[in-house]
């Protein structure tokens, strides 16, 4: 089958590890008798050093006109003085709007062989756990009103956290679905004891567990969610909830698997063209250097190959190869203890993958 992916490589590390990604598909590509070509775009600080904006015309419409895009990573220090609407990261939330990828699928599972890397004890991991973090990712507080008003202490700045049912409704429909695939469970996070839109959320969410009664479903509070992850991450299988506690509990979640230089992440919508992209940043104490663990971009070309292609063999064929490297000891730099001997590059931990493929 042929595809055309286009490529977001952006700053920092992205380039490095979009470039890992790629070398590892071709090999993929080679192996199952496939054709992808690749079409790069600007975006995020390199975009606004060229055409003086983060997201151009020109890479809205290259993506729209692919099969499915790829991204590195935006942002750093360079470009930390543009103001609010110009900088790097919005013009990640203006691709998730523009593409209407409403949907984030960030799996947080734990490597067997990487056990010594997550900070947790032996009692709270027992056999490991595999969650799916359903984020909500076109709505809510990254989205909402937002300005400067008078307020009672004189000037304030504010944004504002809004959903609707039909939003609600959809990316609830997603964990659903997600869930009667894996182990039949859903856990809603929000804050329902406080704000009136996680009110709506949570009442919309039980009227959409009845339609599947095979799931059993619960919900929880997100404050006790940060604290049950690190406490009994095993309880959760599908976690559903908005944007921004998506954000912050997908950063927790990746770092209890051991390193959040591996956790990849799939953006969808109504159509099978998606966005893949690993969950960290752009990295820019160790771009260039040839440092970066380019397995978390790896593994969302294995999630590109999945969702966005159907091809589920090939995605398998990547994962299974990521495993093996990991079991057969290769590490980069930040999924090793300091007293462990010499990491390997980032084209060395692809060269292995690409190898074993
Ligand atoms: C993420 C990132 C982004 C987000 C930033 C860079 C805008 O943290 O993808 O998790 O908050 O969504
Ligand atoms: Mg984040």
Same mark, same amino acid.
């Given at each position: 089958m042929e595809f055309n992916i286009a490529l977001l490589r952006g700053d920092g590390i992205g380039p490095e590890i979009v470039d890992s990604a790629v070398a590892v598909l071709e090999k993929t590509a080679a192996k199952f008798g496939h054709k992808f070509s690749f079409t790069p775009y600007l975006i995020g600080g390199c975009a606004i050093d060229e055409?003086?904006? %983060? =997201?151009p015309q020109e890479t809205i419409d290259g993506c729209l006109a692919s099969d499915s895009v790829l991204l590195g990573a935006v942002g750093g220090?360079?470009?930390?003085?543009?103001p609010g609407s110009n900088r790097p990261e919005k013009a990640l939330l203006g691709i998730r709007s523009a593409l209407g990828l409403f949907t984030n699928l960030r799996p947080a599972k734990l490597y067997p062989a990487l056990?010594?890397?997550? %900070? =947790?004890?032996d009692e709270i991991v027992g056999k490991g756990f595999d969650i799916m973090i359903v984020r909500e990712l076109t709505g809510g507080i990254y989205f909402g009103d937002r300005g400067y008003r008078e307020g009672k202490y004189g000037q304030e700045a504010f944004d504002t956290e809004a959903y609707s049912v039909t939003e609600i409704e959809r990316i609830g429909r997603v964990a659903f679905d997600t869930a009667m695939k894996r182990s039949k469970r859903v856990c809603s996070i929000d804050k329902a004891n406080v704000l009136e839109s996680s009110r709506l959320w949570r009442k919309t969410m039980h009227s959409l567990a009845e339609e599947y009664p095979e799931v059993e479903y619960s919900d929880m509070f997100v404050d006790n969610a940060a604290m049950q992850l690190v406490r009994d991450?095993?309880?959760?299988?599908v976690i559903v909830t908005s944007n921004m506690f998506g954000d912050i509990l997908s950063d927790e979640a990746s770092q209890i698997?051991?390193?959040?230089?591996?956790l990849a992440s799939a953006s969808l919508g109504e159509t099978s063209r998606g966005m893949y992209e690993p969950?960290?940043?752009?990295?820019?104490?160790?771009?260039?250097?040839?440092?970066?663990?380019?397995i978390a971009t790896i593994l969302s070309g294995a999630m590109m190959l999945r969702y966005?292609?159907?091809l589920s063999a090939e995605a398998d064929a990547i994962e299974n190869a990521v495993d093996k490297v990991l079991e057969a000891g290769c590490r980069t730099a930040d999924l090793?203890?300091?007293?462990?001997?010499n990491p390997l590059t980032c084209t060395e931990m692809t060269e292995k993958i690409a190898e074993v493929l």
């Open positions: 055409t003086g904006i %983060p =997201l220090p360079k470009w930390d003085d543009q056990r010594a890397a997550s %900070p =947790l004890k991450p095993k309880q959760f299988d698997t051991g390193s959040i230089g591996m969950i960290h940043g752009s990295a820019p104490d160790i771009a260039g250097q040839n440092k970066a663990n380019p966005s292609f159907g090793m203890g300091s007293t462990e001997g």
